[in-house]
């Protein structure tokens, strides 16, 4: 059971690149999430998905898109980078229903990434 | 006025102290509400849930205000393995579901 599995660890992209980051989890989830926090600062939502087929934006979406075509996987993808996207992404996950015993959040071990 | 408000600190204090901080939310129907830990560079991990009638797990305990509408952390016996940033999550289960982080409260402890 490998919980939230994050790819790449790490990444540097020029400005105007694209790439993906990978986010998996076998934990039968509905429920899944990409925060992104920047240095000092807590973490902000950036899209959230209910289950597969649905997905919506959270607090900071502009620049990036999802999908989430099976329950298992959730990818993020940055279009055309920028310098204000360096920062640490964490994918996360939880089974998600209407009692707090259930929502709790599963992190991927984050993904640094830099634009230059 | 942020959704979720926490002081960054740090808060420094000897090992053995006692130590609290607090986090306010701006939705009153907020339902679900937690606190998370944060070491350096790594991933956020659950500490404990906060229940409406308050919750204890050794030497930690939150409380909920609803009234006030805020959450507290307190921490007894204060260890060094406690340095880390306590980060406050609520569910603001307005028109969607989605669980929204406090930019953290940072704790020292020195020996």
């Known amino acids: 059971n490998a919980g939230v599995t994050q790819t790449p660890k790490f990444r540097i992209l020029k400005i105007g690149q694209s790439m993906t980051l990978q986010c998996t989890q076998d934990?039968?989830?509905?429920?899944m999430y990409w925060y992104r926090q920047d240095p000092g600062m807590g973490l902000k939502l950036i899209y959230y998905?209910?289950?597969?087929?649905?997905?919506d934006k959270g607090e900071v979406p502009n620049g990036y898109n999802v999908s989430r075509s099976t329950t298992e996987d959730f990818p993020l993808r940055l279009e055309l980078a920028a310098p204000s996207q360096t920062s640490v992404y964490f994918c996360?996950?939880?089974?998600?229903?209407?009692?707090?015993?259930?929502?709790?959040?599963?992190f991927g071990s984050g993904t640094q990434l830099s634009v230059l | 006025r942020k959704e979720v408000e926490q002081d960054p600190g740090p808060f420094n204090v000897p090992e053995g102290a006692t130590v609290a901080f607090n986090c306010t939310y701006s939705n009153s129907a907020s339902q679900s509400f937690f606190w998370y830990r944060q070491d350096c560079r790594k991933e956020p991990k659950l500490l404990m849930s906060?229940?409406?009638s308050g919750n204890e797990d050794g030497r930690f305990t939150a409380q909920l205000n609803r009234a006030s509408q805020y959450i507290s952390l307190l921490i007894r016996d204060s260890k060094l393995s406690d340095s880390a940033t306590y980060l406050c999550v609520v569910n603001m289960k307005d028109s969607s579901y989605k669980l929204i982080f406090g930019s953290g409260t940072r704790l020292l402890v020195r020996p």
């Open positions: 934990m039968n989830h509905n429920y």
């Open positions: 998905s209910v289950g597969a087929g649905i997905t």
């Open positions: 996360a996950s939880s089974y998600g229903s209407h009692q707090a015993t259930n929502e709790k959040l599963f």
């Open positions: 906060v229940y409406s």
